[in-house]
């Protein structure tokens, strides 16, 4: 066994690998679609693997030539269309399967070239080199923001597909690729040729598995943030983002207030109209906290019918305002599976960090807030002065 056919041995048992770590993703991961992509791309990379050693057991190797170079192609085709539905990209199927067909037939007619022939070269190489480049475009039209491992990915596409490229150089340099299509494993090109195909495969493959490891992660840790009802941060994920929403405010040197809503007679809701009814209620709340609030707001459900919503870059009159507002959009917004005529209400505590506070601080004002609209009725706003000095609530109910 030949330098090359150890190391197309090689490849194979790495992309038999990196198969099988796709397809634990796509078993028991997230992104399983692009996962399993991938893990159909690497296991054509073994099927090549396996075309190239055996060619030297044909007398006439041209169709097992075409087929390894197919396949291989077909292998970078896959790939791409794994990244397609990473990234949010439509995959250019028709484009891709259609330049394959060109690709392979151009590659059959040019074996009736001379074989150190750089036009016959090209015909293998280019073709890679295009798919490289396709798998770059797809990446960087990502319709998701790009972060440095995204970033790392396109920059050894871009890198593969110069090796591509370069191929039909590299070739001529060290001596050609064999007289004949049984003599190119013995060749000092064939060693190159596949080491460098096979650092390129693997970063890619790490690159691409880090990015779906990422994102899975990124995943888990949403869901263990986020109240399944009402799709807001549950307490422990309220208060870790609001926290760092603080900590950023204070850092810009902007202002930054907190807004407690506590649902008014839930309780009775829950036991007049059935705790589906109930449910529903906290839905609507939740929607309408989700459209009132901005990109940097940061929004939660810290209790059974009480949220709470991180205003930065918004003053203590803003936020009064902005909780009046929700008070009077909520008090007019039906309920599904509510009597017509009843309408729901909610108490809001308002307070602005001040100098010498932290979230906890904040939220203890906001919350003492809050405790003194109950106490007045409920269905007000009431608003928390001062930090140091004992909590002072202002009557704003909008009632008159």
């Known amino acids: 066994m030949g330098s090359a056919d150890f190391i197309l041995m090689i490849n194979m048992l ?13 078993v028991h991961g997230t992104g399983r679609k692009p996962a399993r992509w991938l893990a159909f791309s690497y296991l054509l990379g073994m099927v090549y693997c396996v075309i190239e050693i055996s060619i030297p057991a044909f007398a006439n ?42 690709a392979s037939v151009a ?30 475009g797809i990446v960087l039209n990502s319709r998701q923001r790009l972060a440095w491992l995204d970033l790392m990915l396109a920059l050894v596409l871009g890198a593969s597909a110069l090796q591509f490229a370069s191929k039909p150089l590299i070739a001529g340099a060290l ?28 970063a890619l493959a790490l690159l691409a598995l880090a990015v779906l490891v990422r994102d899975a992660l990124a995943e888990a840790t949403s869901k263990s943030e986020t109240d399944t009802l009402s799709r807001l941060f549950n307490r422990g994920g309220f208060e870790r983002h609001a926290d760092r ?51 940097h707001h940061v929004a939660g459900r810290i209790g059974g019918e009480e949220f709470a919503i991180i205003l930065p870059g918004t003053n203590l009159a803003a936020a009064r305002l902005f909780a009046e507002g929700a008070r009077n959009a909520f008090s007019a917004l039906p309920i599904e599976g509510l009597p017509a005529d009843h309408r729901c209400s909610a108490s ?32 007000c706003v009431r608003v928390s002065i001062g930090a140091r000095r004992r909590h002072t609530p202002t009557i704003f109910n909008g009632k008159g």
Not at 14 to 26: E, I, S, W
Not at 176 to 185: F, H, L, T
């Open 61 to 102: 190797a041209r169709v097992p030539v075409v087929t390894a170079f197919a396949v291989f192609l077909g292998a970078t085709i896959v790939f791409n269309g794994g990244l397609a539905h990473k990234y949010g990209v439509r995959p250019p199927w028709a484009l891709m399967l259609g330049f394959l067909v060109v």
């Open 245 to 295: 929403a603080i900590r950023d405010a204070v850092r810009r040197g902007v202002p930054v207030a907190l807004v407690i809503a506590d649902l008014d007679y839930f309780k009775n809701i829950n036991d007049t109209y059935g705790h589906a009814c109930g449910d529903r209620v906290i839905e609507a709340f939740a929607g309408f906290l989700r459209e009132a609030a901005a990109d």
């Open 175 to 202: 001596g050609g690729w064999g007289a004949d299509p049984q003599a190119y494993v013995t060749t000092r090109y064939a060693l190159v040729s596949q080491s460098l195909g096979t650092v390129f495969a693997l």
């Open 14 to 26: 790495v992309a038999g690998l990196l198969a099988a770590a796709f397809m634990a993703v796509a």
């Open 107 to 136: 590659v059959y007619l040019v074996q009736d070239l001379p074989r150190q022939s750089l036009t016959r070269m090209m015909a293998y190489q280019f073709p890679y080199a295009v798919m490289q480049l396709a798998a770059l």
């Open 348 to 379: 809001f505590g308002v307070a602005e960090l001040a100098a010498d506070e932290g979230f906890a601080d904040l939220l203890r004002r906001a919350d003492a807030a809050l405790y003194e609209a109950k106490n007045a009725g409920r269905d």
